[in-house]
């Protein structure tokens, strides 16, 4: 004879949390996208570099076979900067970096920059705000509650991951929004 399971008030109970915990943990990682769409349009859709210098790693990393993508991304450890650097220009069949910027352009001048027609206020705000998002997203998955979150009126003092979720979806919409301006005024 089939074993019959008896449902108790306690497995219903059980269930309950099961299904709150697994909706907030789906919550979380909607949230997380949307963070990481804000920072990937930072990084590499409204930066460039300064002095004309375009953006020379994904440029050189075009080049790149998908045997190379695959190796180098299978490496167990990141090489250093300089030593990665190198190495991709190598496998292009480049002397270095130089090969792709203008000539007569010191490279040590070289830093990030906004693209024209972008306020740098408005970004630098968003990156910070974006910073101290991810800082507070990664402060609760850890537990170390409470969490100091801004939102639109201000400071909130956040005891829980619903809380968080919240305050941070409410300040992500209006992130969003500023970079879709910003976007719109870039100039390529």
């Known amino acids: 004879m089939a074993k019959q399971k008896n449902i108790t008030l306690s ?8 299904a709150a915990e697994e909706l907030l943990a789906v919550r979380v990682e909607a949230v997380e996208g949307r963070i990481r769409n804000v920072t990937q349009k930072l990084i590499r859709d409204l930066r460039t570099f ?9 440029i050189m990393a075009s080049e790149l076979s998908a045997d190379d993508w695959a190796e180098l991304a299978g490496r167990a450890e990141a090489p250093g ?4 650097v190198m190495d991709l220009a190598r496998r292009i069949g480049a002397a270095g970096i130089g090969d792709f ?21 408005v970004m630098d705000a968003v990156t910070s705000e974006i910073s101290q998002i991810t800082q507070g997203m990664d402060q609760g998955k850890l537990g170390n509650w409470p ?8 400071a ?16 992500l919409v209006v992130l969003e929004e500023m970079v879709a301006r910003e976007e719109g005024k870039a100039t390529q």
């Open 11 to 18: 497995s219903l109970e059980d269930l309950r949390t099961s």
């Open 81 to 84: 900067f300089f030593e990665g």
């Open 101 to 121: 910027v203008p000539p007569g352009t010191d490279l040590s001048e070289i830093q990030r920059a906004w693209k024209d027609g972008v306020d740098p206020a």
């Open 50 to 58: 300064s002095a004309g210098i375009p953006h020379v790693l994904p």
């Open 147 to 154: 969490v100091v979150c801004l939102a639109a009126n201000g």
């Open 156 to 171: 909130k003092l956040v005891w829980g991951m619903r809380q968080l979720l919240g305050v941070i979806g409410s300040r």
